[in-house]
């Protein structure tokens, strides 16, 4: 199971930090990920972690954006920094328990969260 928090109401240029808290199993020889979804728009990946470490980004968010994780307490993280408007989404995190090359391909992961909302507004 996997526990989404750390949404809400930011100004542009503000920042956030989106939590995936996992219980019942870990991740940490496959994938960790964040996807977002406007409404009406396809659900689209976001960031990911892979077990060497390596991170991934979609280009709109490459050098605003920071994914983490803490092996220890089964947790990943998303640092949303220089927040613009159109980042506003529901965020989900997403797992899988074995990498794959198409981590990108939200059809890859079956383990979700519940989405936390982000929201960028003045």
């Known amino acids: 199971q996997l526990q989404a928090s750390g949404g809400g109401l930011v100004q542009p240029g503000g920042s956030l930090r989106l939590s995936c808290a996992a219980s019942?199993?870990?991740?940490?020889?496959?994938?960790m990920a964040w996807f977002r979804q406007c409404p009406g728009k396809e659900r689209e990946f976001v960031s990911a972690?892979?077990?060497?470490?390596?991170?991934y980004y979609i280009d709109s968010v490459k050098g605003r954006f920071t994914i983490s994780r803490d092996i220890a307490k089964n947790t990943w993280y998303l640092q949303m920094n220089s927040l613009k408007p159109e980042d506003t989404a529901v965020y989900f995190c997403?797992?899988?328990?074995?990498?794959?090359?198409?981590?990108?391909?939200?059809?890859?992961?079956?383990?979700w969260g519940r989405g936390t909302q982000v929201t960028v507004s003045s």
């Open positions: 997403a797992a899988r328990a074995v990498w794959s090359v198409d981590y990108a391909n939200s059809i890859q992961y079956n383990y």
């Open positions: 972690v892979r077990q060497n470490g390596a991170t």
């Open positions: 019942g199993r870990t991740f940490s020889s496959g994938a």
